[in-house]
């Protein structure tokens, strides 16, 4: 039986489309007999005729992809949207922050222990603003090779009081 009428006819009532109206299948005899718009609101009414619920797209492709993103997969150079520090959060200043407040903090305490005095303290401290150390044991060492740091020094908390002076290259 066709209901190709009916179904055009039910969908503008409905305010959906043809594929969304849905036919009992038993009382399919009633909706091929009905001509008019009243018939068709009727057979609404009593549950012969009805709108299907819309379907949405499917989320499977999305949450297999998710869970290969999770394992590392689908990240090459094709994918990629800005630089490597926006995209891990690495930033210049972040570096820097990690770099220097290690720096600062072992100057400190080399000044606060006596091992420094406080213009060899201020020449290093400049120094590491400066971006001369990569890090803590870059620093140690620059110490160590223009005898700023004695190790008994600083063992018994003494200064050292070598003044030191910069040459420029």
């Not at 039986?1 to 305010?15: D, P, V």
Request: net charge positive; proline share 2%; charged share 35%.
């Amino acid at each position: 039986m066709n209901t190709g009428i009916q179904r055009r006819i039910a969908s503008k009532i409905l305010k959906c489309g043809a594929n969304r109206v849905w036919i009992d299948p038993q009382k399919l005899k009633d909706v091929s007999e009905a001509i008019t718009r009243d018939d068709v609101r009727r057979l609404i009414k009593s549950g012969a005729i009805a709108k299907s619920a819309e379907e949405a797209p499917s989320r499977r492709e999305i949450r297999i992809r998710a869970i290969k993103k999770r394992k590392g997969r689908r990240s090459g150079h094709g994918s990629r949207k800005g630089t490597f520090e926006s995209r891990t959060g690495n930033t210049k200043k972040l570096r820097w922050i990690k770099t220097i407040r290690p720096q600062r903090q072992m100057i400190s305490e080399f000044k606060a222990s006596g091992a420094i005095n406080n213009e060899t303290y201020k020449t290093l401290y400049k120094l590491s603003k400066g971006g001369v150390f990569r890090s803590r044991k870059h620093l140690e060492l620059y110490m160590k090779e223009h005898n700023m740091l004695d190790e008994n020094a600083k063992k018994e908390g003494k200064a050292v009081n070598k003044p030191f002076k910069t040459t420029k290259s």
